[in-house]
Structure formats: C-alpha cells, structure tokens
C-alpha cells in the first residue's frame, strides 16, 4: 500500500557494518509490524511495536537485532554488525490503533497495510 | 504453536483456466486465516480473510477461498485466471498473543499464468 513508506528501498553493507531500516506508517497508524522474508519463503513475523513500546519481540533473533517506534518519527530496525545471513527483504506494515485490528471489518477490509519492503543485500 | 503449509511451490495455468491454491493449517482454537498476494517487488496486498460465519468467503479480483474445518484448509480458487495474477500468494494464520495478534505465513506459492 502507497501509505506505508520504507526506505532505503534497497540498502547494501559489507559484513561487520550496520544497518538501518526506516518505517512510516499509514497515517493515524500507531501499530507496526516487521517482517522478514528470505528468498523463497514466507514472511517470518519480527517484532510488533506501538508507539514507544514493544509488544511482542518473539520473532526477533536474540543478538544484533533490535527496533524502535517512538513517539515522533518512523519506526527503525536496526541490525548490527551484519552478516550474509542477514540479507532479505524486510517488510513492516501498519495498522490502526485498537485491540484486534485484524478483526475489523469484512472479508476484504484491510486491517494491515504493508510497505514496499527493503532489500538488504550484505556483501 | 500454529503452522501453515501451502504444499505447492509452483503452479502453472493457462489463462483463462480455473485454479485452486492450497493452504492447510494447523491451530488449536478458532483459526483467523488471511490470503495475501505479493507481486514482484511489492508488500502484500490483501485478498480475503476469515473469521466466522459463512465459511465461503468472497476476496477482491474475483478470488474466493473456502473454510473447512474438518480439513483444516482454506484453499483459493478462481473460475477464469487472468495474465495479471501471476504473482506469489501467501496464505496466514493470526494467533492470538498475550492481546496482541501475530501472524504466521505459509512459504507461498508462486502462480505462473501461460498465454
């Protein structure tokens, strides 16, 4: 969706360097969600994020990884130190504030809106 | 912990030709399930989603899925496909977490269209 914005769309590091991935929600959003998709698989859920807080990090590895959303700017996630099993393309997606956004609506309501996605390469 | 399997990493179809693409699923409570199509460089795009009531449930671009419980599937179909779905479709499950909602992927299936 043309609301959510990510940038850089394509970000390219060299082993040991960091990385920043930038998310602007739809506007009004105050939910964020990153995802990651390595080639030829599915979007494996990251960490979800309300406005300075983390609600759920369960799909965060443990070391390098971390992210943000403050109260004022996009929502960052960060990688450090990056390593060639970093490449990817990471996704976030916004959505309203409530509960159970994902229940809002009927069948085709869109409860979450997801950005174009960056592609990390690490060389 | 809940799953998803989409079996079919790629399906070939002529255009205009009917297609099903599988999902099945694996949840202990009511399952919500999503399917999302991906084209080439893009986020997802929301086709359909189920949460209760009538288990048939009509999507945008003329998609449908269909709910079964008893096989724990939410397949896709479409009558008549057209050149401009080939794309990679995602099939989901949104678990419930602590009052937040998570979701979990199946690895896609890529849907190429032949002239």
């Known amino acids: 969706n043309a609301g959510v914005m990510q940038n850089p769309r394509h970000l390219v590091r060299r082993r040991g360097q960091e990385a920043r991935l930038r998310c602007s929600p739809m506007?009004?959003?105050?939910?964020v969600y990153w995802y990651r998709q390595l080639p030829e698989e599915g979007l494996k859920f990251m960490v979800y994020l309300q406005k300075e807080n983390i609600i759920d990090e369960s799909g965060m590895p443990k070391e390098r990884f971390s992210a943000e959303f403050p109260k004022e700017g996009p929502s960052i996630l960060r990688i450090q130190q990056v390593v060639r099993g970093d490449s990817a393309a990471y996704f976030c997606a916004s959505s309203p504030p409530g509960q159970a956004p994902w229940l809002a609506g009927g069948p085709t309501s869109d409860t979450q809106y997801f950005g174009p996605g960056t592609r990390l390469t690490v060389l | 912990a809940q799953s998803v399997t989409q079996p079919d990493i790629h399906i070939t179809v002529s255009e205009g030709a009917s297609l099903e693409l599988r999902c099945n699923y694996s949840?202990?409570?009511?399952?919500?399930l999503f399917w999302y199509v991906q084209s080439p460089g893009q986020g997802l795009q929301l086709l359909l989603k189920y949460f209760s009531g009538d288990t048939l449930v009509q999507g945008i671009k003329g998609f449908e899925a269909e709910f079964k419980r008893s096989q724990s599937s939410f397949n896709l179909r479409k009558p008549s496909v057209h050149w401009s779905d080939a794309a990679e479709y995602f099939c989901?499950?949104?678990?419930?977490?602590?009052?937040?909602?998570?979701?979990?992927f199946g690895r896609g299936t890529s849907l190429i269209v032949h002239p």
């Open positions: 506007k009004g959003h105050s939910h």
């Open positions: 949840y202990g409570a009511t399952p919500y």
């Open positions: 989901a499950v949104v678990r419930a977490s602590g009052g937040s909602y998570i979701p979990t």
